[in-house]
């Protein structure tokens, strides 16, 4: 019996078919970006029936709404037009569907989707659900998770995301003081 | 009943989905996909009480946000072929 979330997860993976043929047919990059946006939206709405909702939230907030918005800011340097039309080759076809046979072949080794018995669900989350109010003292077990058990890596990513805003920062800084100084010369 | 809602929702997706492949002008596609952004809100909203859950809700909200700006800045850049200019910042 096909339920009902079955056939949404079928009929978004196929409006993710659609979108990414349309995204590589299409010679008009501004064209591009908008049906890109689409995707996005679509794969953020997958991943909220996967129940991933974190990951669905920085796809809508990513995908969908600054990279538009940085895509459409390269195409005005760039133009929208593709120059050279790139002619279909066999090789990298051939590239793809191989490396998405070993993903796929990869999967199959991966415990059912919501499996209790799955490996995540046994190594250190009964810990977290039954212990970590009492251990931590959040009501949130993602953010006792996030912020406490796994407080250096998460210091860490946010040293590498701080570090990384800095540079650009710095780089687009300097481009921004020659712009500058040309104009009063 | 949220079945029915839910077919409805990807229905009408599909027909946003047509069009923004399909063109044939942009402002055809700037219309599906804004249209499609709309679809998301309510197949995630719908979704929720389909399965019982309607807690990310405010997930939902957050799209309608970001759906807005991206239709935004999209309409900005056809219309001045520029995304940070100002309305009185004639050069």
């Known amino acids: 019996m096909l339920e009902m979330t079955d056939l949404v997860d079928l009929a978004l993976l196929l409006f993710l078919a659609v979108l990414a043929i349309t995204i590589a047919k299409q010679r008009n990059l501004f064209v591009v970006v908008i049906v890109m946006g689409f995707y996005s939206?679509?794969?953020?709405?997958?991943?909220?029936?996967?129940?991933?909702?974190?990951?669905?939230?920085?796809?809508?907030?990513?995908?969908?709404?600054?990279?538009?918005?940085?895509?459409?800011?390269?195409?005005?340097?760039?133009?929208?037009?593709?120059?050279?039309?790139?002619?279909?080759?066999?090789?990298?076809?051939?590239?793809?569907?191989?490396?998405?046979?070993?993903?796929?072949?990869?999967?199959?080794?991966?415990?059912?989707?919501?499996?209790?018995?799955?490996?995540?669900?046994?190594h250190v989350a009964p810990r977290y659900i039954e212990v970590s109010g009492d251990e931590i003292g959040v009501p949130n077990i993602v953010t006792s998770v996030l912020a406490s058990y796994r407080g250096y890596d998460t210091l860490g990513e946010t040293v590498v995301i701080f570090t990384a805003g800095v540079a650009v920062l710095m780089l687009m800084g300097q481009a921004l003081r020659f712009r500058q100084r040309d104009g009063d010369a | 009943m949220f079945a029915a809602t839910m077919a409805a929702v990807l229905v009408t997706m599909i027909l946003a989905l047509g069009r923004a492949v399909l063109g044939p002008t942009t402002y055809d596609r700037i219309l599906g996909v804004n249209m499609a952004g709309t679809k998301t809100v309510l197949l995630i909203a719908v979704l929720g009480f389909l399965t019982g859950r309607p807690d990310f809700l405010d997930l939902a909200l957050i799209y309608v946000f970001l759906n807005f700006i991206g239709t935004l800045a999209v309409l900005k850049f056809i219309e001045h072929g520029d995304l940070a200019r100002n309305a009185g910042d004639g050069e």
């Open chain 1, 41 to 122: 939206l679509v794969s953020a709405a997958l991943f909220t029936v996967l129940d991933a909702v974190d990951v669905a939230f920085t796809e809508a907030a990513v995908g969908a709404g600054i990279s538009t918005v940085i895509m459409l800011a390269t195409l005005l340097m760039v133009g929208t037009e593709e120059k050279t039309p790139s002619q279909p080759r066999i090789l990298p076809l051939l590239a793809v569907v191989v490396t998405g046979a070993f993903l796929v072949f990869g999967t199959l080794d991966m415990p059912h989707y919501g499996d209790p018995q799955a490996p995540i669900h046994q």
